[in-house]
């Protein structure tokens, strides 16, 4: 079904693989269309409660394919028709989205691992915000996901200088949730993405959607959004559950319902 990425569904996690290797899974409009559908199946597939994007090959992504630029491309229609409507796609998913960084992540790769909810970097992985090296602006909300991660004056420093930020480094930033020995990396981050796929799913959602809300909304009106949430939250089999396994002294099975 795609060319460009690997996609499969495993024990409720969805595998999204960027597969061009020798271009260190550099974006093409093919690539940008096909991650951005998957990560609809995914979305809307009730057997997967957690989604994981990582790379083929010894890199993650080196953003736009350079080599595939036509002669008079209208960069903003491509930024329009090809690249925010993948970054749409990932902040409109309520399920768990972790980037598993397992090497390079450059341009538009930096951005998308932005874009996700966690970070786990190999001591590998890089991140280099390489668009000011080509006289381009940080693209597919990289700025945006900068300042709110980083503060404005390091989101400055990392957007006009376009440094390479080892992984040690992202870590220390706050650009990584955690830094994972290379050996290990596949395991560990089938272990953490196994334990999200086995959360509370739809709670998980509500917390995502309760993320975005604070940064926008008054503090009034974010409390009633908070209560219809909870109130939301409460309805699912999974907190039933949560209370029967407390009161019972046992491990709560959660089925995302
Ligand atoms: O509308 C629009 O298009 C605007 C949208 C823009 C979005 C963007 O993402 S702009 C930013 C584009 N990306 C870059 O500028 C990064 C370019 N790449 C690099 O700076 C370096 O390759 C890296 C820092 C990512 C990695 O360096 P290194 O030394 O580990 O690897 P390398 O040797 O440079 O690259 C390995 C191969 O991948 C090489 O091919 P070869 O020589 O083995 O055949 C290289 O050409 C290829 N490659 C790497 N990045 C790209 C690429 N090929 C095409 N496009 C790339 N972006």
Redesign the pocket.
């Known amino acids: 079904m795609f060319e460009t990425i690997r996609y499969n569904v495993e024990n409720g996690v969805a595998w999204l693989y960027l597969n061009r290797p ?3 899974n ?2 093409t409009a093919q690539m940008l269309r096909e991650v951005k559908d998957a990560v609809k199946n995914a979305s809307k597939d009730d057997e997967v409660r957690c989604i994981v994007i990582t790379g083929e090959g ?2 993650f992504c ?8 036509e002669p008079n ?7 329009r028709k ?2 925010a409507p993948v970054i749409k796609q990932i902040k409109a998913c309520e399920k768990p989205i972790v980037a598993a960084v397992n ?9 998308l691992a932005l874009a996700c909810d966690f970070r786990l970097l190999s001591e590998k992985a ?1 991140f ?1 915000n ?2 000011v ?2 006289g ?1 602006i940080p ?2 909300g990289n700025i945006y996901f900068l300042t709110q991660l980083v503060g404005q004056a390091k989101a400055a420093e990392l957007a006009i200088l376009g440094e ?1 930020i080892p992984a040690g480094k992202a870590e220390e930033l706050g650009l990584a949730n955690r830094v994972i020995q290379a050996e290990s990396f596949t395991d560990e981050v089938n272990e953490f993405a196994s334990r999200l796929a086995n959360m509370p799913t739809k709670a998980i959602g509500l917390i995502k959607r309760s993320l975005k809300a604070a940064s926008t909304l008054s503090f009034e009106d974010y409390l009633e959004f908070e209560a219809q949430g909870q109130r939301t939250a409460a309805l699912t089999a999974d907190h039933q559950e949560g209370i029967n396994a407390f009161l019972e002294k046992r491990t709560p099975v959660f089925t995302g319902k």
């Open positions: 020798d271009k260190l550099s974006f010894r890199g080196a953003g736009q394919d350079l080599s595939e630029i491309t209208d960069y903003g229609d491509m930024i090809h690249y090497g390079v992540a450059a341009g538009a790769g930096f951005s890089s280099v390489a668009f090296h080509i381009l693209d597919s390479k």
